[in-house]
């Protein structure tokens, strides 16, 4: 089942505001990762996390490994209309073998 | 290079039905890997491989079957297709390495609907 909790589910933003996602879970992850999918498309790396407190860019994406290795949050700033997709975190447990799971998905919508 | 490619990109069976999406990387990726994609659950894990001949079940192998005879091609099969099987399939290949392993590269998906 469901081993990540991602929230929010969805976003109706302004274009030009800021944008925060997060995914939290009760299981230690060795390695964060956040996606993005277009309609009609499959998912897209952004930013992959390897170690607890790690704060990575990429351009205005800010991604960072939750200290507790719990959580991990997803910033964007300045948003604009091709932001617009599903945003999805994904992670290793070893207790699942080290197998990704996924969250079930933020849904970005920007109003221009 | 053409990436991750699947086939068909659509397709409607009737219950019962058997079929093979197919998936192919020309990336030289070692793993390899099937998920399906419902709405309000993210990407669940069918069927993963980590190399030509090695296969292993995820978090939802029952009703498919996978092999994996070369590196590049990846099939995933439905035995007898039921309208739970319904659902948007994805087919992801990453390189082998502690790091770059984690780094999957995904197909367009095929969407399979099942009457």
């Known amino acids: 089942g469901q081993q990540l909790n991602q929230s929010p589910q969805s976003m109706f933003i302004q274009e030009g505001e800021d944008v925060s996602m997060n995914c939290t879970s009760s299981s230690i992850f060795n390695t964060w990762l956040w996606y993005k999918q277009d309609p009609g498309e499959g998912p897209v790396l952004l930013i992959a996390l390897y170690k607890a407190g790690e704060l990575t860019s990429n351009g205005r994406l800010t991604a960072q490994f939750g200290i507790t290795r719990k959580d991990s949050f997803l910033n964007i700033s300045a948003s604009i209309p091709s932001d617009v997709g599903i945003y999805f975190c994904?992670?290793?447990?070893?207790?699942?073998?080290?197998?990704?799971?996924f969250g079930a998905g933020t849904i970005l919508r920007v109003k221009s | 290079n053409a990436g991750v490619t699947q086939t068909p990109k659509f397709q409607v069976l009737k219950t019962g039905q058997s079929m093979t999406l197919q998936c192919a990387q020309d990336m030289n990726h070692e793993y390899m890997s099937w998920y399906r994609q419902d709405p309000g659950m993210g990407l669940r894990l069918i069927h993963y491989?980590?190399?030509?001949?090695?296969?292993d079940q995820g978090e939802v192998p029952n009703g498919y079957n996978v092999s994996r005879s070369t590196t590049e091609d990846f099939p995933l099969r439905l035995l007898s297709a039921a309208p739970s099987q319904t659902s948007v399939y994805f087919c992801a290949s990453s390189p082998s390495g502690t790091l770059s392993y984690n780094e999957q590269f995904f197909g367009p998906g095929t969407r399979l609907t099942v009457l």
């Open positions: 994904a992670g290793r447990i070893m207790e699942y073998g080290n197998k990704l799971v």
């Open positions: 491989s980590v190399g030509a001949g090695i296969t």
